[in-house]
């Protein structure tokens, strides 16, 4: 992380800059109060100068609601192909938040903001960055991100398919969306035992849950009844989410939560995995949830699944087809990884897009978000279809 320089009262001051999405620190840095208007903020911040609050905390909040009013939105053709007007759509979303992001706040030792009416920020603080021992930079939008993470940290996210509600640490993505977790929650079980409704059908299974998060769906497939839930996550956050979650939930008994990189060692009767459901490159961690590049993680997950599942075992995707819908990854082009992975579709399950921006009208994607659909598709690999081993498969083409 770097160190930012500037002058105040007269006295050479300095902190580290922290940014989560990997913002660059501002090369100029000065200090304004409650005198400062938007438009003269906007100029600034486009000029190359970040700003230091110093005033009152609520009326920084009210700068910020002001500039974003003011910032200039790049007109975007609506006569665009559905992924130009997506790629457009977030290339101004990132110029955006650039911009809002020159708006900046000191996080003093002990985590403490240093403005009138400031809250409490030191639980939320250290939540996210742990303990900090130096005077620490922060944009003020990461900052009310982080605040706002906490609260669905300490409140919880409802599952209603859990009967419970999950609570998510910061920059793990939130399961605030419950089509996958329902269909999760109601596809049937490989095996026989697997074919009972409910809670406890799953008798015998031993699960894998891949890219876990907060472990919400190695929760539900525990308290369906399956013997062993091994969950994994890359991101080491995520593993500390699905930890708490598991005692929370009563289940650390049942549930390990692993940092690992897609595979655990060894074979699973079912191995689950929903993966980010856009191509393209994730420019925070909090994106690593949703963007995949050149679905990166889900062609690695289909090639490897043969290796980790049991005789009998299913794989499970759970995946948004949004990328179609936007013109970024065909149905056919999907279904091609499954097939090269030597998997073959056994049945599937789908549900439409419940989430409020289906129903946005004003929303630059509407046309898409509205025919989005959630599909569990669950496959295994050829040879177990045709009744035989890989090698004698393999000796047969011969």
């Not at 910032?71 to 101004?92: G, T």
Request: glycine share 10%; net charge neutral.
């Amino acid at each position: 992380m770097s160190m930012v320089s500037w002058t105040e009262n007269g006295t050479e001051r300095a902190a580290r800059w922290r940014s989560e999405n990997g913002a660059a620190p501002p090369a100029c840095l000065e200090v304004v109060d409650d005198t400062l208007t938007a438009n003269a903020a906007l100029r600034r911040i486009r000029s190359g100068v970040g700003l230091l609050w110093r005033g009152d905390y609520h009326n920084a909040r009210q700068l910020l609601k002001a500039v974003s009013r003011r910032i200039d939105h790049r007109a975007i053709p609506r006569n665009l192909d559905v992924a130009s007007l997506f790629r457009a759509h977030r290339a101004e979303r990132s110029e955006r938040a650039g911009v809002l992001g020159g708006i900046t706040v000191l996080l003093e030792p002990g985590i403490r903001l240093a403005l009138r009416r400031a809250p409490d920020v030191s639980a939320a603080c250290g939540e996210a960055y742990g303990e900090l021992q130096e005077p620490t930079l922060v944009s003020l939008t990461e900052l009310q991100g982080v605040l706002s993470a906490w609260q669905w940290h300490e409140q919880g996210v409802p599952v209603p398919a859990l009967g419970a509600r999950i609570h998510p640490r910061y920059s793990v993505f939130s399961p605030s969306r419950s089509e996958y977790v329902d269909l999760v929650a109601r596809a049937p079980l490989p095996g026989a035992a697997g074919t009972a409704e409910g809670v406890g059908g799953a008798g015998g299974v031993d699960v894998v849950d891949i890219g876990t998060g907060t472990g919400v769906l190695a929760a539900v497939l525990a308290r369906r009844g399956a013997v062993r839930v091994v969950a994994t996550d890359i991101n080491p956050r995520a593993v500390e989410s699905a930890q708490e979650n598991m005692q929370r939930l009563g289940l650390e008994d049942r549930v390990s939560v692993l940092e690992a990189d897609l595979f655990p060692p060894g074979r699973a009767d079912l191995v689950v995995c929903n993966p980010p459901w856009l191509p393209g490159e994730p420019t925070s961690t909090l994106e690593l949830g949703v963007y995949d590049d050149h679905s990166d993680m889900l062609r690695r997950f289909l090639d490897g699944l043969g290796e980790h599942l049991t005789p009998g075992g299913e794989g499970w995707l759970v995946l948004s087809d949004l990328a179609e819908h936007l013109g970024l990854r065909s149905r056919e082009e999907l279904l091609g990884m499954i097939r090269a992975a030597g998997l073959e579709v056994v049945g599937s399950d789908s549900t439409p897009a419940r989430h409020s921006r289906a129903e946005d009208p004003h929303d630059l994607l509407h046309a898409a978000r509205r025919q989005e659909v959630t599909t569990l598709w669950r496959v295994q690999p050829v040879a177990v279809q045709l009744g035989m081993s890989a090698p004698a498969r393999r000796s047969r083409r011969r």
